[in-house]
C-alpha cells in the first residue's frame, strides 16, 4: 500500500502523491528507472562481447532471465490494464517502450558499424518490432505463469532477431 511504502521510505504518504497518483504508478516509474540503469549496465557488457552471435544471444538471454529473477514484468502488466485510464500512466509505458527502442536501435547500429549486419536495415522499424517481441515475452511470461520456459522464449527470440540481422546464431 502507499501507506507502507511511504513508511519504507520515511517520507509521508501526501509526499508520495503529490508525485504518484497510485501505487502503479510510483511502481511504473521505479522500473523506468531500474530499466534505464540495466541497459547502462547491459550495454557495457555487450561492448566487451566480440562475437556478434555471442553478444545477441548475451542480450536475449539476460532480458528473459529478467523476467523470472526480478518479476517486474507483473508490474507492467498491472500498467497495461490501467492504462487506458491513467494517462500519466501510459506515459511512463510509453518512456519505457522508447528506453528499449533506444536500446535496440543502438545495437542494431553498432552491428552496422562492425559490418556485421546489413546496412541498409532500417533501424527505426526494427528497434520498433523488437520493443514489442520482449513486451509479447513479457505477456506470455505473465500468461504462462510456472509453464514459462525461459530457454524456448529465448532461442525463439534470438532466432527471429538473429535471421533479421543476418547474424549466424547456433541452433
Keep these: 500500500t502507499m501507506p507502507a511504502i511511504a513508511t519504507e521510505a520515511d517520507v509521508s504518504v501526501g509526499l508520495l502523491y503529490r508525485y504518484f497518483e497510485s501505487k502503479e504508478e510510483l511502481l511504473l516509474a521505479m522500473c523506468e528507472q531500474v530499466t534505464q540503469s540495466q541497459l547502462n549496465e547491459l550495454s557495457v557488457q555487450l561492448g566487451a562481447i566480440d562475437d556478434p552471435s555471442e553478444r545477441l544471444s548475451s542480450a536475449v538471454r539476460l532480458f528473459v532471465d529478467s523476467l523470472d529473477e526480478k518479476d517486474w514484468g507483473a508490474v507492467v502488466v498491472a500498467g497495461w490494464a490501467e492504462a487506458d485510464a491513467n494517462p500519466r500512466l501510459r506515459d511512463l509505458l510509453l518512456r519505457r517502450c522508447d528506453q528499449l527502442r ?42 504462462s505463469g510456472r509453464r514459462y520456459e525461459p530457454r524456448q522464449i529465448e532461442a525463439a527470440i534470438i532466432g527471429l532477431l538473429g535471421a533479421t540481422l543476418r547474424v549466424n546464431v547456433p541452433a
Design 102 to 143: 533506444a536500446f535496440a536501435a543502438m545495437f542494431v547500429r553498432e552491428a552496422i558499424a562492425r559490418s556485421e549486419t546489413d546496412p541498409g536495415v532500417d533501424v527505426d522499424r526494427l528497434s520498433l518490432g523488437v520493443a514489442m517481441l520482449l513486451d509479447g515475452a513479457l505477456a506470455h511470461h505473465a500468461e
